[in-house]
């Protein structure tokens, strides 16, 4: 167990919907990280957040928006689904800001897009 | 920005073989470098990590070395084991980008 806690687990919903994710970070962890995993692709960096501010930001489709909340709780905000956007999504935390040691991956949750 | 390639994509090895995994990258500003496991339908999780100032850390059957002068890395495990079985990330991470980029992932497949 990490101590990072992502729900849902699984989420299936059809085109043009529109899915929050959430994530709890480990306790005093500051960092939060969304991945985005297709099927037998690696990890694809979407955005961070440290300490409720926006940190860095990588190829997130306009779709998508994220928030870290006071408590430190993150959500992923994915709109106007597509197909395309069925994959694992991934919340990792930690401790730096500047993501030099480890991430702490929640289990995931499995988006299906139908 | 920063680009991690990661070979081989896939490798087979037989139990108690060895099995080395290559990653380059191009941000010479990286100091981190962490190697991930992923098994199947789990999340990932940190195996073994090294930073810029040292050339070689081991941990039991697992050793990671680092060359900054060729910005490569790479991944050793030896005497591997079936429960080895899982896909494997490199990351390289620059503390001013305030983000590790991934390798596409190695798939290892150690046959009893």
């Known amino acids: 167990d990490s101590g990072v806690t992502q729900t849902p687990k699984h989420l299936i919903t059809a085109t043009g919907q529109r899915v929050t994710l959430r994530c709890s970070p480990r306790?005093?962890?500051?960092?939060v990280y969304w991945y985005q995993q297709s099927l037998d692709q690696g990890l694809q960096f979407l955005i961070q957040?440290?300490?409720?501010?926006?940190?860095a930001k990588g190829n997130i489709l306009e779709r998508f928006s994220a928030q870290q909340f006071p408590d430190l709780h993150s959500e992923l905000n994915l709109s106007s689904l597509e197909l395309g956007d069925s994959a694992l999504y991934f919340c990792?935390?930690?401790?730096?800001?500047?993501?030099?040691?480890?991430?702490?991956f929640g289990e995931g949750s499995r988006l299906t897009v139908l | 920005g920063e680009n991690v390639e990661q070979h081989p994509s896939t490798l087979s090895v037989q139990e108690g073989d060895s099995a080395v995994i290559k990653c380059t990258y191009s941000?010479?500003?990286?100091?981190?470098f962490p190697w991930y496991k992923q098994e199947l339908g789990k999340r990932p999780q940190l195996i073994i990590d090294?930073?810029?100032?040292?050339g070689e850390k081991k941990d039991q059957r697992i050793a990671v070395t680092l060359n900054k002068t060729a910005k490569h890395f790479s991944l050793h495990i030896t005497e591997t084991q079936p429960e080895d079985s899982a896909v494997y990330f490199c990351?390289?991470?620059?503390?001013?980008?305030?983000?590790?980029?991934f390798g596409d992932g190695t798939t290892l497949t150690v046959k009893p």
């Open positions: 990792a935390s930690s401790l730096l800001e500047t993501d030099t040691g480890e991430l702490f």
């Open positions: 941000d010479s500003a990286s100091n981190y």
């Open positions: 306790s005093g962890d500051l960092s």
């Open positions: 090294i930073r810029s100032n040292v």
């Open positions: 990351a390289a991470s620059n503390p001013n980008a305030g983000k590790s980029t």
């Open positions: 957040y440290y300490n409720g501010e926006e940190r």
